[in-house]
């Protein structure tokens, strides 16, 4: 079953542009992943953060993380077209393997 | 590193079929995960294996399934008597215990006719 929700389920915007992309969860985590797919290809992992960390950068990628909420954000700055793509946070609640539960992704696309 | 291979990257097979895909995981990662991901849906766990052990199942494993990893290395996952249902892609992703991220292979996509 999937984790939670993430919104907006589609994004589109112009190159260059900021691209914010929120995920909900529902049970406790020991990290949440997110991770870009392009069409119909395998994931590719972005970033990953912490339950004890609040947000986290890496290049463009800003994520940020509200235990309390249940809720986690990522923003990409300055797109680009190649960032078209979608976009999944999945969260690793421990125990069981590490598994992860995904959330049902967004949508994004830059456009020249 | 090389990354993680899945083979074969497609199929297609008639209903009642049999399908066996592999995954070839990153040399030492000892965990192995296996995910299902239908059009439209984030990835939904399947089954893991540490090692040769494989340690749990989704419900969404049906008894049609079957996972091994018999040296601890590569994993096949077998469906049998396929359904139009089982249409997806399965994901493999390893890691190294300890470690905590996940890196996936490209997947295979099944189209059951």
């Known amino acids: 079953s999937q984790q939670g929700e993430e919104d907006p389920q589609a994004l589109s915007i112009q190159e260059g542009e900021n691209a914010t992309m929120n995920c909900s969860y529902k049970t406790s985590i020991n990290n949440l992943q997110w991770y870009r797919q392009n069409s119909g290809r395998g994931l590719v992992h972005l970033i990953l953060i912490r339950s004890n960390e609040r947000e986290k950068h890496s290049g463009r990628l800003r994520v940020t993380l509200d235990t309390s909420k249940k809720s986690s954000s990522l923003l990409i700055t300055a797109s680009r077209a190649a960032d078209t793509a979608s976009y999944f946070c999945a969260t690793d609640a421990g125990g069981g393997g590490n598994k992860l539960t995904f959330g049902t992704g967004t949508q994004l696309k830059v456009e020249l | 590193d090389t990354g993680v291979s899945q083979d074969p990257r497609h199929k297609i097979t008639k209903r009642g079929q049999n399908v066996t895909f592999r995954c070839d995981p990153i040399s030492e990662h000892n965990r192995l995960y296996w995910y299902r991901q239908t059009l439209g849906q984030g990835p939904e766990f399947l089954t893991y294996f540490q090692n040769e052990?494989?340690?749990?199942?989704?419900?969404?494993?049906?008894d049609r399934f079957s996972a091994e990893r018999p040296k601890g290395s590569f994993s096949t996952l077998e469906i049998q008597r396929t359904e139009q249902g089982d249409s997806a892609m399965y994901l493999c992703a390893?890691?190294?215990q300890g470690q905590e991220t996940q890196y996936f292979g490209p997947g295979t996509r099944l189209l059951v006719l």
């Not at chain 2, 052990?53 to 049906?62: N, T």
């Open chain 2, 53 to 62: 052990a494989q340690l749990e199942k989704s419900r969404l494993l049906s």
């Open chain 2, 94 to 96: 390893s890691r190294r």
